[in-house]
């Protein structure tokens, strides 16, 4: 099994048998499941870590388990539709960090915040936007899966994953020995580095990273002890990832003393400093995902034109159950919208319209660097209504979380589709199953995080710090004020972002210069996520390179399924842990 054939559907180990059923009465079952196991666990990863592992692999994983464990017959197919519905109510679990900002807000007298979101009020806000960001999503499969090839790596990693688990052979054997080593290996390395703090095990503790120099120390910059970065830098390659250091060196390795020295920015504080920072990254975004999509409006032409005159027994979903769906999905948030959380039917009308165009960006984003950028796409869309509705922190945070949850169920079905066009699976089912596990993981988080809250804490010393949401809540409180209260040269900084997105994109559509063009994707997010991060990933997609070079053979048969268990075993621990830690199993330490 090679890298080449694992992105290749008509390869025979890939296609589906004449007969093959996937949407199954048990795969469907599993599914809801899974998502309840999913959803209600991960909140407390994304809290706890302040980002989500991907969750696609530890679908399918479960999935494996739960089918095997009752079943014999079971194939990839169907633990497909089950990975499908845990990614997708982990997206939508990724929503607890805007739930989070509400309170953080709130345990701030100086705001002057007193809204409380409710369980009900969050599980139908939940429901409603996410199955709008699946219903909006659907038609861009063909351009971004089928069309532009984007890598999609933690798809990859899944559909990998859902083929070793269900194939027979050397080859086969010796892939589900590679994935199996990266797994363990991984997830060893997790619980030594993030949970061994929770439990009563402080003895092997090591740091979370190893800092380059004072500054790298306070910007969180270094080489992070994490092999699931490692393994998402060897799927993603060596353009993207050198382009994300790019951006990581320029954000925090050369801005903040400047910010610093210009008392743009008054103190040498990671948060502070991002503040600003966000502002040229999400620039470079934006202006690059819709340059790219500008470049090629004839391939979305075309691809809307084969939706629209596609019928239900051609495995896409129909595009006027999209078109009415998205209508219904559109109206009944207005309506939550306007009678449960105040806000008026032209600014969620305005919030929805605004949230197509950063789906999209999204969703890009995601395919070439692994890292979807929901929360810088959601503090764009707060600075958007900073100036529509200047002083309503309510507003602001309301319409970004419509953006945040839009965004982030684009790209879990995006990447679901690149995992299906793998392996070759119906798409229409796998819209099926992320429709079905939203309301399924809305409801888990809608329970589950205010346990979460009264009994760990939401920021202070000691609570789960969630940083996402505490970049909502303190930009929130920033915009309170209107545009005039943003960072100094913070807009001037995002027009220079602007700027270089679309001249990097249009160099990059030339062929002969694409390879020698940093990827605007890959600048601006390398200035979003964590230094540590970026540079572990850079790392993996060196060694990937070399490894290529010295044994391209067997780079072909190995690298794919032990990136894939890289990833998996981290994430694994790092949804098992707080299920056993809710269970009683392992207990928090004093």
Not at 388 to 393: E, I, K
């Amino acid at each position: 099994m090679t890298a080449a054939v694992a992105a290749t559907p008509e390869h025979a180990a890939m296609v589906k048998p004449p007969g093959t059923r996937e949407f199954t009465l048990r795969s469907v079952i599993v599914a809801i499941v899974v998502a309840a196991v999913i959803g209600g666990s991960y909140p407390y990863v994304v809290l706890k870590l302040g980002f989500g592992p991907n969750i696609s692999v530890v679908s399918a994983f479960f999935g494996y388990l739960a089918l095997g464990i009752a079943f014999r017959n079971f194939h990839r197919w169907e633990n497909n539709i089950v990975q499908t519905a845990g990614t997708s109510a982990g997206q939508t679990a990724f929503l607890c960090t805007m739930m989070a900002a509400f309170d953080l807000l709130r345990q701030d007298p100086a705001t002057g915040f007193t809204f409380e979101l409710k369980p009900y009020q969050a599980f139908l806000w939940l429901t409603c936007s996410g199955v709008l960001g699946v219903l909006l999503s659907v038609p861009m499969r063909r351009h971004f899966v089928v069309d532009e090839k984007l890598t999609f790596a933690d798809g990859v990693a899944a559909g990998e994953t859902l083929i070793v688990l269900d194939s027979h052979g050397k080859e086969s054997r010796g892939a589900a020995r590679s994935l199996g080593i990266g797994a363990v290996l991984s997830g060893l390395l997790m619980i030594v580095r993030e949970d061994a703090r929770m439990l009563k095990a402080a003895w092997y503790r090591i740091p979370e990273m190893l800092p380059i120099g004072g500054l790298g120390a306070k910007m969180n910059v270094g080489l992070s002890w994490s092999l699931l970065s490692i393994g998402s830098g060897l799927i993603v390659g060596v353009r993207i990832t050198t382009s994300m250091l790019m951006g990581m060196i320029a954000a925090w390795v050369v801005a903040p003393p400047a910010l610093l020295q210009l008392d743009w920015v008054h103190h040498m504080v990671r948060r502070e400093m991002l503040l600003w920072i966000m502002w040229p990254a999400v620039g470079v975004l934006v202006a690059g995902g819709l340059t790219s999509l500008v470049l090629r409006w004839n391939v979305l032409v075309k691809s809307f034109r084969g939706l629209g005159s596609a019928s239900i027994e051609s495995g896409d979903f129909p595009m006027s159950w999209v078109i009415w769906g998205s209508i219904g999905a559109s109206v009944a948030l207005a309506l939550l919208q306007k009678f449960s959380l105040g806000m008026g039917l032209g600014l969620t009308f305005v919030a929805i319209v605004l949230s197509v165009p950063l789906m999209l960006v999204g969703i890009r984003v995601l395919g070439e660097t692994n890292w979807g950028p929901i929360s810088a796409l959601t503090n764009m869309m707060q600075g958007i209504f900073g100036a529509l509705a200047p002083g309503n922190m309510l507003a602001n945070l309301t319409a970004s979380g419509v953006t945040g949850s839009i965004a982030s169920q684009s790209e879990g079905l995006m990447q679901d589709y690149k995992t299906g066009h793998m392996i070759g699976s119906t798409p229409r089912y796998l819209t099926y199953s992320q429709l079905i596990a939203c309301p399924v993981g809305a409801a888990a988080v809608a329970l589950i995080y205010p346990l979460l809250r009264n009994t760990y804490g939401i920021g202070g010393d000691h609570g789960l710090q969630s940083p996402i949401s505490q970049r909502f809540a303190g930009l929130a409180r920033i915009l309170s004020e209107g545009v005039q209260a943003l960072p100094t040269g913070a807009l001037q900084a995002l027009l220079v972002g602007v700027a270089v997105g679309v001249v990097l994109t249009f160099l990059e559509s030339n062929p002969k210069l694409r390879k020698w063009t940093p990827s605007p994707t890959g600048l601006g997010i390398g200035m979003l996520v964590p230094g540590s991060a970026v540079c572990a990933m850079f790392v993996g997609a060196i060694l990937g390179e070399l490894w290529r070079m010295a044994k391209s053979r067997n780079y072909e048969q190995h690298a794919i399924p032990l990136a894939s268990g890289l990833i998996a075993g981290e994430a694994i621990i790092a949804t098992l842990i707080p299920i056993a830690v809710a269970l009683k199993i392992v207990h928090l330490q004093d």
